[in-house]
């Protein structure tokens, strides 16, 4: 770390060497599997050689990196929405309608649709729960990667993961993912 924030570019390839797969895969799982997430990646790294110097304890440079990474993350949602609201795509080109005829394996759909059901939380409540359920983060650890306390973080998780097990009930698709205790499997 001390090499980082003294400006030694070493220090900063060691470390995207070692973390830029978790950070690529936060994202495309937070972001979906559709898209390029590599600009992000790189800005997330961007973020971090910018802000290096206010870590202060280098044993936090993972929980660090993946802060940046949720923001970012929170930040490109937003961006999405309102894209989506003005119906812009990101190329400017309309896309093509999917044939109808033509039949998915259940796995591809299954995601799209939970993707998609993803699409109408808040940024903040889609990186919650993507923390939490995909990532695998502990309740800690989601707090501290959204800026928020443990209190609030669990009623968060706890109202998106409610409004998701739900909304996935009653999809034709997702509701055999859904179990009855514990939510999504």
Excluded: N
Excluded at 18 to 27: E, F, I, M, Q, Y
Excluded at 83 to 99: K, N, Q
Excluded at 160 to 184: C, F, K, M, Q, W
């Amino acid at each position: 770390m001390k090499a980082l924030q003294s400006g030694q570019q070493e220090a900063l390839l060691a470390i995207w060497d070692r973390h830029a797969t978790l950070v690529r895969g936060l994202l495309r799982r937070s972001l979906g599997p559709w898209g390029d997430v590599e600009d992000l990646v790189q800005e997330v790294f961007l973020a971090f050689h910018r802000s290096a110097h206010d870590l202060r304890d280098p044993a936090m440079l993972r929980a660090y990196l993946v802060g940046i990474t949720t923001r970012k993350a929170i930040s490109e949602l937003r961006r999405r929405r309102v894209r989506s609201f003005l119906r812009i795509t990101e190329d400017g080109v309309l896309p093509e309608a999917e044939d109808p005829g033509v039949v998915e394996d259940d796995g591809p759909e299954a995601l799209r649709r939970l993707y998609q059901l993803l699409e109408g939380c808040s940024a903040a409540d889609r990186m919650a729960f993507v923390l939490r359920h995909v990532e695998g983060l502990q309740l800690e650890e989601v707090a501290r990667a959204l800026g928020v306390s443990v209190a609030t973080a669990k009623r968060q998780l706890g109202r998106v993961h409610a409004r998701v097990v739900a909304l996935a009930r009653r999809d034709p698709v997702l509701s055999g993912y859904v179990t009855t205790e514990e939510g999504i499997s």
